[in-house]
């Protein structure tokens, strides 16, 4: 006998988020974040920015924002609020045919009575309103007009629950007598709750015995008395906004109707009262607004309130994805409201918009200062120097055969001796010696070597190299205003932060400074330059740059001085005896002397210079000319997106000038 096996059946997921959803692409994030913030940005508003333009394959902010409006107008120009009166009308030219159809077939009727019958019939009103009040005590005639005539009746009672209660109008289509007197009796009760709210006289049980008696009205299924009035608010609100939207005279019209709705005052004194007890509870639902329609679709009640409801969620999700109130995160989108409003395809790109954000926290790529602000983590800083030190890597190797093999390390012809190894040493493993000590290791434990060996630290042996010089690497870097005006800020900060990364992890005994100069010169650390925006300011100030140079040279006097200049521009700023910058355009001889002199000082100790001139200026050619030939240095000029390339070839050369053939630029 065959094992019987339980059919299964499968849905869409609804139980959070999708578990089989692809994970958040934050390397692509952290790439546009830290560009920004190269480019002047705070680490907050480049999140911000990340966030608005979105990634490849996600839409961003401003993508669902613009669908938000795209939506909004298509309702606006799809629509139009008279639906309820032409169905009505509709309704009251079918009685009043089928009644003339019936008087020209009764034979029997006296003629003095058919002809004030049809006099009252042709001096109808226009209004439908109206017509309909004039007709309400006539005594049909036809059954099929006299059916028609009440379905009018009939209509605008369901049209206005329809308005305060979704899907009422379907509910109660056929209903009986019964069924209205039941969902009479539901309004009386819930405006006596809603009365007993406002004087604070309710408690949790009324609540409860009101859900049990008429809780399949409510299909939302509130848990308390206060979801109850938010949901309802929330519609009667929109009902409001909805007549205030119609033109005066359907606005007239309806009025008129609505004492028709099932033959009843009493129903429109209830919904009156309901009104009255919402507005007076959620006084800040916007009971006063109004919409311009201008679409052929006509609107009944019902579904032209919930239009206006669809219209209050478009722009309360505009306000959302516009992000511009205090705290704002992509969190707080109302991601069901965006499903509902926009399609699938829009909320998954909501969702991981909010999954990119806090992953871009709880990954650790940005913290958050004492003062409040964010600010990219160590941990971004080497994420970030890594992908820039692999980019210049392979603009090394494809130029002309060179090879990126120069950024293997520090260490020198091997010598054939091993020692223990200490952190920060960047030669290679001794495997055998390795090996060997975790082996011993293992069986002076007690252990089996047979059956596998764990290394430890201690057992790491690494092979001795030759000696090599340490360096001592000044990086300069030009922040004058120009360098942002022309295109070059952020090369300039790539350059940085890829130099630094290689020596920071490459050749930790070498030490780096950066030196940014512009009206003055300052020392700053790889974050702050990398957070350093625009300067508004003019000023090339070269000597106070090469001042601190030459003051971090001497603090290690061991070291091989390196030096490496990247400017666009002459000097045209000095630092005065009083620490004063003087500015001069075009330079002062002073400007130049001053420059010259500690340059020449530099050169006296052994720094190798490489000067970086970007742009075509003559002047500035010929002067980084004369400053190259003045102390044996070298002058490099790469295009832009070159730079970064550029500057750590030469800082490899300058570094191993013996070891690798010069000419390479």
Known sequence: MAAHHPRSKYGRYAGGPDPLAPPVDLAEALDAITEDVMAGYSPEQAMREFLRRGGRNNMGLDDLARRVQQRRRELLSRHRLDGTLDEVKQLLDTAVLEERKQLARDGMMDDADREFRELRLNNLPTSPAAAVQELSGYDWQSSEAKAAFERIKDLLGRELLDQRFAGMKQALEGATDADRQAVGEMLRDLNDLLAKHRRGEDTDDDFADFMAKHGDYFPENPRNVDELIDAMAKRAAAAQRMLRSMTPEQRQELMELSAQAFGSPELM?????????????????????????????GLGLGDGTGVLQDLAELDSLAEQLGQQYSGARAADIDLDAVMRQLGDEAAVSARTLADLERAMSDSGYLRRTADGNLRLSPRAMRKLGTSLLQDAASQLSGRGGQRDTRLAGASGEITGATRPWQFG??????????????????????GDPSGGVRLNVGDIEISETEARTQSAVALLVDTSFSMAVEGRWVPMKRTALALHHLISTRFRGDQLQLIGFGRYAQSMDVDELTALPPLREQGTNLHHGLLLANRFFRRHPTMQPVLLVVTDGEPTAHLMPGGESWFSYPPEPTTIRLTVEELDRLARQGTRATFFRLGDDPALEHFIDQLARRVDGRVVAPDVDDLGAAVVGEYLNARFRGAYEDGWF
């Open 269 to 297: 004194a209830q919904l009156d009262a309901l009104d009255s007890n919402l507005q007076a509870l959620r006084p800040g639902e916007d009971w006063t607004g109004s919409e311009r329609f201008g679409g052929e679709e």
């Open 425 to 446: 040493d960047a030669e290679p493993w001794d495997t055998t010696r390795t090996l060997t000590n975790a082996i011993q290791r293992t069986v002076a434990e007690g």
